[in-house]
């Protein structure tokens, strides 16, 4: 096993959390790989801090305006720049996972015996330690997207842990970040590359755990009614109409398209109208 991964670490100021992947990734006993560190506008040390740590380090520095996608994008421009070979594999990662020390000897073993693949690690609640996803089927028909209820079912993937070939990677394309900066760019990418021929899988034996806390805006309950609509249609937002759009632009199936984009908008002007009820109720606040 003597596969070089290149590991896509995107962060940006969460230095403390960035620390226990860190702390994860020096203690693999796989150990021939490089960090590609894309840190978007961090001013907590972060970068510093990492390396300090890894020795086997490139460090991508943005201004806060890459976002995800920009910065996996800037992750795939740097692969290309450097010709690195197509049988090289590429780990896409959140740095708010840990994972055991056999983890990326796992993953190795998994993509040697499977070409044309992309393998997600099924991740678990930190909390509950139950899982909490192990591959996602997309319904059109429905604009639902769940666990998938059997391997065969699976049609697309997060990049919270995804590990695939570089060459499958260059030839799925990589990504939009202009179009989807941040969120439905893993469902977009992992469902090209379905389209493209490639096999989505995931297995029990390759395992991380992550904090559900530490990612977007996903309840506004308890927002008045402004920031509740601003956090809606915020980058940050899972369920951002424009977001949605886009992506049902580039991956539902035309047959599809329009029912699915009545169904995003129906449900952002239900969302509003809730705010609006909900903050009717709200005692006001003394300045």
């Given amino acids: 096993m003597n596969n070089y991964i290149y590991i ?4 940006h100021n969460r230095k403390n959390v960035t620390y226990r992947f860190i702390s994860c990734l020096k203690s693999q006993t796989y150990e021939n790989y490089h960090l590609l560190l894309i840190d978007d506008g961090s001013s907590d040390g972060t970068a510093e801090m990492v390396s300090r740590h890894i020795a086997r380090l490139t460090v ?3 201004i806060g305006e890459w976002w995800w996608t920009g910065s996996l994008q800037q992750g795939c421009n740097w692969l290309k720049e450097r010709n690195v070979s197509p ?3 590429v780990l896409i990662i959140n740095d708010d996972t840990e994972f055991d020390p056999d983890f990326l000897k796992t993953a190795v073993s998994l993509l040697d015996r499977n070409s044309r693949t992309l393998i997600l690690a099924q991740y678990y ?6 899982a909490v996803e192990t591959g996602i089927t997309a319904d059109w028909r429905k604009l639902t997207f769940e666990i998938a209820r059997s391997p065969e079912r699976i049609n697309c993937l997060s ?9 499958d990677l260059f030839e799925t394309g990589c990504f939009y970040p202009r179009l989807l900066p941040h969120y439905a760019s893993d469902y977009e990418f992992t469902m090209r590359a379905l389209r493209k021929g490639m096999r989505l899988i995931t297995d029990p034996t390759l395992k991380l755990w992550y904090d559900r806390k530490k990612t977007g805006y996903r309840h506004f309950g308890n927002d008045p009614f402004w920031v509740s609509v601003k956090k809606l249609f915020s980058i940050k ?8 759009t886009v992506f049902i632009a580039l991956s539902c199936p035309w047959r599809f398209k329009l029912i699915s984009w009545l169904r995003v908008w129906k449900r952002t002007a239900s969302q509003i109208v809730k705010f609006g009820l909900t903050s009717k109720h709200k005692p006001l606040q003394r300045e």
């Avoid at 609640?125 to 139950?130: G, L, P, V």
């Avoid at 990049?159 to 060459?167: I, K, N, P, S």
Wanted: aromatic share 10%; net charge positive.
């Fill in 8 to 11: 896509f670490l995107p962060v």
């Fill in 60 to 62: 991508l520095k943005g």
């Fill in 87 to 89: 049988s090289d594999m």
């Fill in 125 to 130: 609640n930190r909390e509950s330690q139950k």
């Fill in 159 to 167: 990049t919270r842990g995804l590990f695939l070939r570089a060459g």
């Fill in 237 to 244: 937002a899972v369920a951002n109409p424009f977001v949605l």
